[in-house]
């Protein structure tokens, strides 16, 4: 009976008394993380080698989604095995969120370097911040697009369209698709920089005015309003690729990078190797879940897909990154340090790998062995193209951009 007065006495929480819980909670959490961390260093070059290649094969993965069929009917029409049939979709679908690693790492690693600027220099230099991200992602971008705006009068099935071309311009190539669907055209894969340029725009600005509490606020409207988003265009039936290339969708992987970043603080957690495998492996699985059990990726969806098929691949996006951070800067393989360094040519040039590859090796869909001769073909143009763009394209605007760089980052970044 007392128990009940005193719960009846208590003042029922508000709104914001459960948001300082969950602020002191997530405090809480972060401290225990404490002991086995490294300081943050303000002085030093902020540089993980170990995110090379995991940049490498966040662009493996989109390879992968984009090259090989999504259902089993396609590979029993050319006398694939049952089992084998069955489980290159899997591969596929599975390969469908290396955009989503891409999205946490840059959220992860812009939040990080914003953090350090305004705890080392006093306040965040936005005019910097955007003159780097234009001479990192603009050469690139704009020279592709002019080629793929050529391939038109050259090769009869690409056509872009100048709506479409001005939408992917003006980094809203996304919400081209959202609301006309995709360009037939090479150019189709860079929806998600729109996604990207997007979050560059806004974030700065909205973190230099932020403190440590006002940023996990921010990263919880962030999912908030992915996942209202979600139940708002599943309830209408809407498409599959107009809900996956919404940008306000894509918040859940952009606002775990943000608070992995606020989380850590410039550490990194010592895991044991077993348990980074388990990390990695678990978050393999979640991505297999996503895209194979909750089937995010295909059409109809239903509400209870989508609320739990993309949380399920946000999870899994945090839990590879974190297997992969480590806290000293250990060497990695020179090979995948240097396709890590490229991976953004890589992902811009692989749609047009795989159409010099498609000419090349004519009925690629008529046996296996056509098939990834095919693909293996697309990889090495793709490959070949991507060298060139970081030698020629990339490297004389990056060599800039280190001029307006007050954190130093890793070579390229």
Partial sequence: MCRELQAAARPPETGATCYHRFILIFFRIRSLFSVPTLNRNLTGRFYHPELD???????????????????????????VAPLLAHLFPVIALTASFGVNLFFLMSAYLITELLIREQARFGHIDLRAFYIRRVLRIWPLYFFFLAI????????????????????????????????????????YPLWSLSVEEQFYIVWPAIMRRLGAAGMIAAAVGMLAAAN????????????????????????????????????????SPRFSSRTRAVLVASGIACFAIAGNYFQVKSDPLTPARVMLGYPTMAVGAGLWFLGVLRPENRPANPVLVYLGRISYSLFVFHALGLMIADYSIPHEDSSLPRL?????????ITLGMAAASYRWVEKPFLALKQHFAHILSRPGG
């Avoid at 107009?242 to 775990?256: E, H, M, P, S, Y």
């Fill in 53 to 79: 290649p995991l940049r490498f094969f966040a662009f493996f993965l989109a390879f992968l989604h984009h090259s090989l069929p999504h259902h089993a009917e396609a590979y029993l029409k050319i006398g």
């Fill in 372 to 380: 990834l001769c095919r693909n293996v073909l697309a990889l090495a």
């Fill in 148 to 187: 793929a705006w050529g391939l038109q009068w050259i090769v009869p099935e690409q056509h872009i369209g100048w709506r479409a071309q001005l939408a992917y311009i003006f980094l809203a190539g996304n919400w081209w698709v959202v609301f006309v669907g995709f360009p037939q055209s090479v150019i």
């Fill in 228 to 267: 209202l988003t979600r139940w708002y265009l599943s309830v209408r039936n809407t498409w599959e690729m107009r809900i996956w290339t919404n940008t306000f969708v894509q918040l859940d992987c952009i606002a775990l990078g943000i608070l992995i970043a606020l989380f850590l603080e410039g550490r």
